[in-house]
């Protein structure tokens, strides 16, 4: 299994950034989707999850009403689309396959990944 996360880069607040991760030796469409990131000092964050079928999406709060996950499971891809950037939000974004979506805390919504896959940076900076 390789999940392969980019589209990251340095972006000035109030800025937006597409992220994509794009899968290989899995079909996505049988799994929860879901992205972490991680900043330097800081606990990792599960930031947004997306349940297999039944529309289940969340997001941390830090990121909620900003951020949005999608998933194109006939390009095997799943995307964040992350709008109104602060300088809290630079980390390095990987995406997921965890077991399932479920709000553990306010910026925990998966369970412990099965998969992730390599990084991509955000640094969000004037």
């Known amino acids: 299994v390789q999940l392969q996360a980019f589209g990251g880069g340095l972006v000035q607040p109030g800025g937006s950034l597409r992220l994509s991760c794009a899968a290989s030796?899995?079909?996505?469409?049988?799994?929860?989707i879901g992205w972490i990131r991680q900043a330097p000092g800081k606990e990792r964050e599960g930031v947004s999850c997306?349940?297999?079928?039944?529309?289940?999406?969340l997001y941390a709060d830090s990121v909620k009403g900003r951020f949005t996950i999608s998933r194109d499971n006939a390009k095997n891809t799943v995307y964040l689309q992350m709008n109104n950037l602060t300088h809290g939000d630079t980390a390095a974004y990987y995406c997921?396959?965890?077991?399932?979506?479920?709000?553990?805390?306010?910026?925990?919504?998966?369970?412990?990944?099965?998969?992730r896959g390599q990084g991509t940076q955000v640094t969000v900076s004037s």
């Open positions: 997921a396959i965890p077991p399932g979506c479920w709000r553990i805390s306010a910026d925990q919504v998966m369970g412990v990944p099965l998969y």
């Open positions: 030796g899995i079909t996505l469409d049988d799994y929860a």
């Open positions: 997306a349940s297999r079928r039944d529309g289940n999406v």
